[in-house]
């Protein structure tokens, strides 16, 4: 018989962990992962650790009802709103909306704002008129549209935005002003700022950046406009059959929405949304400072009023010193700062449970860099 090694014993201390710029997935709350080990093994004292367990038992029970009772708390959720953890990741939402909403004969606005948006005009065009309502493209997506920039078709059934534009690295600083349904995908910010909920009709963020583990879906959306949606549709592609099975249609990734919860509760821990809001605000400036006072040395990719407080981009004058910056970077215990092809030089992604002290090394290693290499 062989007789397998032992595991190693779990590694508790942040000392032996690094700074993760990763774009997603994305650095988790240090006091989430401990709280999350605890439970695979044995949550609520069960006997049985959260993965092992039935989605349709009291413990499940417990651990869906309490994300979504946090989820509803911390951006204050009126009950005309259902909470829905659905699977597929973001790109599902970006098929799922347009199957529900949108027919051959109307149409959606999408302003256009980077590649994300650019896939969920793609998708929405299996179902429907696409009116691209902005063309980020023609200005290398470097900012996102005022208002008046946005051109929007006077019937629309939606119009769909995203709010951080996760490569470009900008976002919107307040949500379109329009009649049609307000959609919008905030994958890689929710939950890092105040947001009105009432002002949309759906929310949906992929929970890898700012929620936990990635397949998992965060879906808030209005009961009048679930209501709206088409009625053929295949079970799994129906926000009214989620809604009706209260996220339990099939099994759902009962892990990820265990992840979300706890994530919810250290929201919830450190002060709620405007907390988060002025302590990522501090940790992009860091940034962003870094940037700006650099004497031309980095060149940030955002317009400074469309600036990301997430994902924060920027690059030197040459594709080879970028590579020195990203290598050398590594070498300091950074991980994930190199830029996503399409945008290319660097990237710092901070999200919500990315620490402060990580924000002031990464400024501290810009100006040293740039002293050396001006
Ligand atoms: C803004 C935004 N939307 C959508 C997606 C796609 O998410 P997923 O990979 O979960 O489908 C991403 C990816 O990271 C993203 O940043």
Redesign the pocket.
């Known amino acids: 018989m062989t007789t397998l090694a032992k595991s190693p014993p779990l590694k508790t201390k942040s000392s032996d962990r690094i700074y993760n710029f990763s774009?997603?997935p994305a650095v988790l709350p240090e006091e989430v992962i401990h709280q999350a080990q605890q439970d695979i093994w044995n949550i609520f004292g069960s006997g049985i650790g959260i993965m092992e367990h039935s989605h349709r038992g009291p413990v499940f029970d417990r651990v869906i009802d309490e994300a979504k009772a946090d989820c509803r708390a911390i951006a204050s959720i009126a009950d005309d709103y259902e909470v829905l953890f659905l699977q597929g990741?973001?790109?599902?939402q970006f098929a799922m909306i347009p199957m529900n909403y949108l027919s051959p004969e109307t149409v959606a606005d999408y302003p256009d704002t980077g590649v994300?948006t650019t896939k969920a005009i793609k998708e929405a065009k299996y179902f429907g008129k696409v009116n691209v309502a902005f063309e980020g493209s023609k200005i290398g997506y470097t900012h996102v549209p005022s208002d008046a920039e946005i051109k929007q078709s006077p019937n629309a059934v939606y119009l769909h935005y995203?709010s951080?534009?996760?490569i470009y690295g900008t976002r919107y600083n307040k949500p379109p002003t329009t009649k049609a349904p307000l959609i919008v995908?905030a994958?890689?910010e929710i939950f890092s700022r105040p947001i009105d909920v009432k002002k949309h009709a759906l929310i949906y963020a992929?929970a890898?950046?700012n929620l936990g583990p990635?397949g998992v879906?965060l879906v808030i959306i209005r009961k009048d406009f679930i209501e709206r949606g088409k009625k053929d549709l295949p079970s799994m592609f129906s926000y009214a059959n989620h809604a009706k099975n209260d996220s339990r249609l099939n099994t759902p990734p009962t892990f990820g929405i265990y992840v979300m919860g706890q994530v919810f509760k250290w929201i919830i821990k450190n002060g709620g949304l405007q907390a988060l809001e002025r302590r990522n605000a501090d940790k992009a400036k860091l940034i962003h400072d870094a940037i700006d006072q650099s004497g031309g040395f980095y060149k940030g990719v955002a317009r400074p009023d469309s600036r990301s407080h997430m994902n924060i981009t920027f690059r030197t004058a040459s594709e080879d010193l970028d590579k020195k910056f990203v290598a050398e970077s590594a070498k300091l215990a950074m991980d994930g700062l190199k830029g996503h092809r399409d945008a290319g030089g660097m990237r710092a992604s901070v999200y919500n449970a990315f620490p402060k002290e990580g924000c002031k090394v990464l400024a501290d290693f810009m100006k040293d860099f740039a002293s050396r290499n001006g």
């Open positions: 774009a997603g990741g973001a790109t599902t994300w995203c951080n534009n996760t995908d994958s890689s992929g890898q950046k990635s879906v």
